[in-house]
C-alpha cells in the first residue's frame, strides 16, 4: 500500500494546479496514464480567455459566457471564475509561462500580451503561447512540480476504481479512501491510499470514432466517480470542435480557433463561403452553431471536408502567428499561406461530468474533481472557447484551499474514517483491503477487446454525435447494454490490462452521455435532436443528473 496526504489523478493544468498549491502541506502522489506530459491540455493551442486589457470586463466575459452557455450556465459560478482568472494568470506567469506578446507605445512600457480572439467573445481576450499554448503551460508546471519534493509522479499508472467508505460497508455516509492503480509496466495492481483524492482526468474524446483528444481521453474519471456513486450531470453536451484536419494520414490534429479568430473563412468545397447563412458572427459564431453547419454543408452537399481558408492574410503574418499549424499542415502536403485547409468536425470537450460546486467538491466526502471531468455549471450547454484553462486553474486553486481549511492529512498506518472532524485524529483507522485478482487468468481473446472499443465509438459517432433523433439514441442505448454485458463478464474471468480498463470506461460514458441525451426532451447548445428542434424554456438552468443506485 501506498499512503499519500493526496492523491492526484491526471497530470495536466488541473491536476499539477492543485497538486502544487498543497504540496507545502503533505505529500502528493501524481497517477498518470502515459508520460507526466501526456494530457489534454498539451494539445490545447488556443489558449486562456482572460480579461487583461482596458477594452475589455468581467460583464462582458460573463455575458459572452452566459450566452454561449445557452441558458444553462449557473451565473454565479460563471462570474466566480472569471473574476479570479487574472490572478491565476499572473499566478501562472510567476512559474515561467511565457505568453506571446507584441508591440506596445513606450508609455505602456513598449510590450504587452498579444490576445486572440476566438468564436463567441466580444472582445480580445485570448492569452496564448502562439499555437502551443497548451504545451508552454504543461512545461511551465512540470518545471515547477520537478523541484517540489513532496509530489511524486507515477508514469504509466492507470486508476481502476475509486476505493470508497461504502463499498466496505462503513457507515456515516461515503468517503473517498483512494484508488486502486494498475501499473501498466509491472502489470500489477496497487493500493493507493489518502484523505484526499482529487479527480483531474479530463474528458472522454475517445468514445467517439473521431475526435482532437489524445489517447488518453477515456472518460476514466467520470466513469470511476458514477461507479463510486457520485452524481453526474450533463453528458449529453458534448462539444464538436468544427475544425479537425482531414487527412488521411493526420490523426486527429486541430486546427485552432484561433485561426478563425484571425480573420479564417469556411468555404464549401466550390469556395463559397456558407456561415453567413447559419449566424450573424459567420465563422466566428459559437462552436456549436459552427459545427452544425458545417454538418449540414457536408451533408446537403456529399462532400468529406470544407475548406477553412486563411490564405488572404500575408504569409508571413500566419507563419510567425500558427507556427505549428503551418508546419503540421505542411508535412501533409498542405501549404496554408497558399491553400485552403480541408477540416472536419471532431468530438472535442466534454461540458458535463461529475457534480461539483467551484471548490470542486463532490457528494462524496474526500473526493474532488476539477477540470474536464467535473461540472460546476460553467459551460452550460456550451462551452465559451478558452474558458476550458481557465476554469482549471481558478477551481483548482479554490480546491486546495477548501482542502487546506478541512480535515488535516492522513495519519500513518490508515485513512481517516468518516466522521473524523478538524483538528481530531481519530484512535482507529479503518485498513484498506489489497486488491484481489482471485481466479482471473490472462486474456487470450484480445480481438474481442479491440472489437468491443471500435462497435462502441463507431455507434455513438453515427448516432449520438452533432445531429441526434429519439430512434437513434434507443439504438445506440440498446447495442450499448448488449457491449456492456461483455465487458463486465470478460473484465471479472480476466487480469486486468490497461486497453480493458479504458474499454470499461468508454462503455460507461456512452451509456451515462445516451442516457442524458433521452432525458432532455429539448435541443440546447450542444445537444441537437431532430425529434425537439427547438429549446424548451422549461428545460432552460435545469441539468440532467444520474447516480448509480
Not at 24 to 45: C, H, L
Not at 203 to 219: E, S, W
Not at 242 to 248: G, K, V
Not at 469 to 493: D, G
Amino acid at each position: 500500500m501506498k499512503q499519500f496526504d493526496y492523491l492526484v489523478l491526471g497530470s495536466g493544468i488541473a491536476g499539477l494546479s492543485f497538486a502544487l498549491k498543497v504540496a507545502p502541506r503533505g505529500r502528493v502522489a501524481i497517477v498518470t496514464k502515459k508520460d507526466r506530459a501526456e494530457s489534454n491540455t498539451n494539445y490545447a493551442q488556443g489558449g486562456i480567455a482572460a480579461v487583461t486589457s482596458k477594452e475589455d470586463s468581467f460583464e462582458l466575459h460573463v455575458r459572452d459566457t452566459l450566452t454561449a452557455g445557452a441558458g444553462l450556465c449557473k451565473e454565479n459560478v460563471v462570474r466566480t471564475i472569471v473574476e479570479e482568472g487574472p490572478a491565476r494568470i499572473a499566478e501562472l506567469i510567476e512559474l515561467g509561462m511565457k505568453f506571446s506578446e507584441r508591440d506596445a507605445p513606450a508609455e505602456d512600457g513598449g510590450r504587452e500580451l498579444d490576445l486572440g480572439r476566438e468564436g463567441g467573445h466580444s472582445k480580445r481576450r485570448i492569452l496564448h503561447a502562439k499555437d502551443v499554448t497548451g504545451r508552454e503551460i504543461e512545461r511551465a508546471l512540470l518545471n515547477a512540480a520537478s523541484r517540489q519534493p513532496n509530489i511524486e509522479i507515477f508514469e504509466n499508472h492507470i486508476a481502476i476504481d475509486l476505493i470508497t467508505s461504502q463499498k466496505f460497508g462503513l457507515k456515516d455516509g461515503n468517503r473517498c479512501l483512494g484508488a486502486y492503480v494498475f501499473d501498466k509496466k509491472s502489470g500489477g495492481v496497487e493500493t493507493f491510499a489518502a484523505p484526499v483524492t482529487i479527480l483531474a482526468t479530463g474528458g472522454c474524446g475517445k468514445v467517439y470514432l473521431y475526435t482532437t483528444n489524445p489517447d488518453i481521453a477515456t472518460g476514466d474519471g467520470v466513469a470511476m466517480a458514477y461507479r463510486a456513486g457520485a452524481s453526474v450531470a450533463d453528458m449529453e453536451f458534448v462539444q464538436f470542435h468544427p475544425t479537425c484536419l482531414y487527412h488521411p494520414q493526420a490523426k486527429s490534429f486541430l486546427i485552432s480557433e484561433a485561426v478563425r479568430g484571425e480573420g479564417g473563412v469556411l468555404k464549401s468545397l466550390d469556395g463559397v463561403e456558407f456561415m453567413d447563412a447559419y449566424h450573424p458572427l459567420k465563422s466566428l459564431a459559437p462552436r456549436d452553431v459552427v459545427a452544425r453547419a458545417i454538418d449540414s454543408e457536408m451533408k446537403k452537399s456529399g462532400a468529406e471536408h470544407v475548406w477553412l481558408d486563411i490564405t488572404h492574410k500575408p504569409a508571413r503574418f500566419i507563419i510567425e502567428r500558427f507556427p505549428n499549424i503551418y508546419q503540421t499542415c505542411l508535412r501533409y502536403g498542405i501549404d496554408i499561406t497558399k491553400e485552403p485547409i480541408p477540416v472536419v468536425p471532431a468530438a472535442h470537450y466534454q461540458c458535463g461530468g461529475v457534480v461539483t460546486n467551484v471548490d470542486g467538491e463532490t457528494d462524496i466526502a474526500g473526493l474532488y474533481a476539477v477540470g474536464e471531468v467535473a461540472c460546476t455549471g460553467l459551460h452550460g450547454a456550451n462551452r465559451l472557447a478558452s474558458n476550458s484553462l481557465l476554469e482549471a486553474l481558478v477551481c483548482a486553486h479554490r480546491a486546495a484551499e477548501k482542502v487546506a481549511a478541512g480535515v488535516p492529512p492522513a495519519v500513518a498506518g490508515g485513512i481517516l474514517p468518516p466522521g473524523a472532524t478538524s483538528g481530531k485524529m481519530p484512535d482507529a483507522t479503518f485498513k484498506i483491503p489489497l486488491w484481489q485478482s482471485g481466479d482471473a487468468h490472462n486474456p487470450d481473446e484480445m480481438v474481442v477487446v479491440s472489437h468491443n472499443w471500435d462497435e462502441i465509438r463507431r455507434l455513438m459517432w453515427d448516432y449520438v454525435s452533432i445531429v441526434r433523433t429519439n430512434k437513434r439514441l434507443a439504438r445506440a442505448q440498446k447495442r450499448i447494454a448488449n457491449l456492456q454485458e461483455e465487458i463486465h463478464e470478460y473484465y471479472w474471468n480476466f487480469i486486468v490490462t490497461s486497453d480493458l480498463l479504458e474499454l470499461r470506461n468508454i462503455a460507461t460514458v456512452a451509456e451515462l452521455i445516451v442516457r442524458c441525451a433521452l432525458m432532455r426532451p429539448e435541443s440546447r447548445g450542444l445537444h441537437y435532436n431532430l425529434d425537439y428542434p427547438e429549446a424548451n424554456p422549461e428545460w432552460a438552468q435545469r441539468d440532467t443528473v444520474l447516480r448509480k443506485s
